[in-house]
């Protein structure tokens, strides 16, 4: 792949690198890596390697940002890279692999995907194999690329408002909607109200195709308690949006 693809992981990957392996969270939330700040809203906005792009996916799923979590994970792929002759490209989709959406919330989001049938239509047994053997079938990122922090913790999509606030809306207009591009008729998956109403707003800017996304899913995490209720009050329409999707996809 062009360098210029991925111009931002070789302007990081050797400050990561140079890391121990026993780093610290001090030394990932240290200023080399701060990409922007905004100090009234108490903002700051981290590189991570999240740049892979899988162009091929069927399926796109949204989260709203890379958590501290998912940071430390993808800064320890990059270190265990380290003197490996590994492909620039290789050692980002690992990334992915080792990072996204993993533990109990990719336990939660498979249940609910197989509760739905998705795999079904991927001709899959369950949709834990998008994580394993068919992640050729999907993307997973965030509507903001890399880890967002509000007063230190990892953002919710909340507070600030995600679409009012100008330094976030811009990763949404700009980086967001210019990676969905790659792809080619995808079923977007987002995760979580505020995801939704991201989306939703470039699908109002015609940037978004609005009958690619399946609107309704909750956020899969544990500490989303209201997840069985949403999904419960949305299950039909979204079973109805799979069934419309793949109905259309199979005619072009």
Wanted: charged share 20%; glycine share 6%; no cysteine.
């Amino acid at each position: 792949m062009a360098i210029a693809k991925y111009a931002k992981f070789h302007q990081y990957k050797e400050m990561i690198q140079s890391l121990p392996a026993s780093y610290t969270e001090e030394s990932l939330l240290h200023e080399r890596f701060l990409l922007e700040s905004e100090t009234k809203k108490k903002l700051e906005i981290y590189y991570a390697p999240f740049e892979y792009v899988n162009e091929d996916a069927k399926v796109v799923i949204v989260g709203i940002t890379p958590g501290l979590h998912q940071m430390k994970k993808s800064f320890s792929t990059v270190i265990d890279a380290a003197g490996k002759q590994s492909a620039d490209e290789a050692t980002l989709k690992q990334v992915k692999n080792n990072s996204s959406f993993e533990g109990t919330m990719r336990k939660n989001l498979v249940k609910m995907l197989d509760e739905l049938g998705l795999n079904e239509y991927l001709g899959l047994a369950s949709n834990i194999e998008l994580f394993e053997e068919a992640s050729y079938l999907v993307h997973t990122t965030s509507v903001l690329a890399y880890p967002v922090f509000h007063n230190g913790k990892n953002y919710s999509g909340s507070t600030p408002n995600l679409l009012k606030n100008e330094l976030l809306k811009k990763y949404v207009t700009d980086n967001f909607a210019s990676e969905l591009e790659n792809f080619s008729n995808p079923l977007i998956i987002p995760l979580g109200v505020n995801v939704s109403n991201a989306l939703n707003y470039l699908a109002d800017q015609g940037m978004v195709a609005s009958e690619n996304i399946l609107s309704g899913f909750p956020h899969p995490s544990g500490g989303n308690g209201h997840r069985h209720k949403q999904f419960l009050e949305n299950k039909a329409a979204m079973e109805e949006k799979l069934k419309d999707h793949f109905l259309q996809a199979s005619r072009i």
